[in-house]
């Protein structure tokens, strides 16, 4: 029972973090119109990095453990903050079907990185359900591209963002062994707010210029989809495979076109909807488990009485 009760609380738990991480598509939309790459990753992490801290002094939780402070770091580094950086400077060099193409490879470079650095297993289940969800993914993406909207260096930053969001997910993984959920996302967003420490003239000199609108909405991305959509998919890793959690993520395409549609009234095509029924598709088939066939009972035939004629 108490295992059932942690996968369902795993499940709600991801489930938590792939709408935040959708939503925050339509708010970067907003907000980078008004702020650079990197000073939009800062201000993002910035404000993550202060609600997250708020949070572990009331529940007053300590330093990490030495033993996940190199998981903690790597993480910080390339998911928190290389990843952010370069997928926003990425999202204005290519048209978003483009991006959501090339970074979709990630959740694939998560389950070869699991396998292979993990030990993770690799279930019929699981990569027919990340075959179902990327082809719905390439299929969104092309349905959202624009002819002539993508660029080398578009590609390229948007592919060094995928793999930089599979290292940081695979090194993060060993960290939750040791160190908890918030721990491990509090110090993890305060390693990325160091890294973009660089952009912080940028972030000051564009916010005095910014409209209201656009700097609610980075805040937005730093309290929500960064503090709580992070912690909430530490939870949930720290009970799962780090392939099955990037599998899960498939199903942040499906949920940008609905979000699309419901806030800024892109109604999507079909193809469009067929891509995003698919990797829904897909992440329930990965998320799914075989069922457990139980053996049918042995009888045992009961011995017969010896009769007369038998030899003794």
């Known amino acids: 029972m108490n295992h059932r009760r942690t996968e369902l609380l795993a499940a709600g738990a991801a489930t938590v973090t792939v709408v935040l991480w959708a939503s925050a598509f339509v708010s970067i939309r907003s907000a980078g119109a008004a702020y650079s790459p990197g000073a939009l990753a800062l201000g993002r992490l910035l404000s993550g990095a202060l609600a997250l801290g708020v949070i572990c002094l009331i529940r007053r939780e300590g330093l990490p453990p030495r033993s996940a402070w190199r998981g903690i ?7 928190f903050g290389l990843y952010m950086v370069v997928l926003n400077w990425g999202e204005q060099q290519v048209d978003a079907g483009t991006a959501a193409l090339v970074v979709n490879i990630g959740p694939i470079l998560i389950a070869l990185l699991g396998a292979r650095l993990l030990g993770d297993a690799m279930p019929p289940r699981l990569l027919a359900g990340m075959a179902v969800s990327f082809a719905g993914a390439v299929t969104v993406g092309l349905s959202m591209s624009d002819d002539g909207g993508a660029s080398v260096l578009g590609v390229i930053l948007c592919l060094l963002a995928a793999i930089a969001y599979a290292g ?23 390693t990325g707010a160091v890294v973009c420490l660089p952009f912080a003239g940028q972030l000051v000199s564009e916010a005095a210029d910014a409209p209201a609108s656009a700097t609610l909405n980075m805040v937005y991305l730093g309290v929500f989809p960064t503090a709580l959509a992070f912690t ?56 799914s488990r075989a069922r457990r066939t139980v053996p049918a009972p042995v009888t045992v035939p ?10 003794a």
């Open 73 to 79: 770091a790597v993480s910080g580094v390339l998911w």
């Open 232 to 287: 909430t998919w530490a939870y949930a890793l720290a009970r799962t495979t780090a392939s099955r959690m990037g599998a899960t993520t498939y199903a942040v395409p499906a949920l940008v076109v609905l979000m699309s549609w419901l806030a800024l009234g892109e109604v999507p095509g079909l193809l469009t909807l067929a891509g995003g029924t698919l990797c829904l598709a897909g992440v329930a088939v990965s998320r």
């Open 302 to 311: 009961e011995p017969q009485p010896e009769s007369a004629s038998d030899p």
């Open 168 to 190: 940081g997910v695979v090194a993060q993984k060993p960290a939750l062994g040791s160190a908890t959920p918030l721990q491990v996302t509090t110090f993890g967003c305060f």
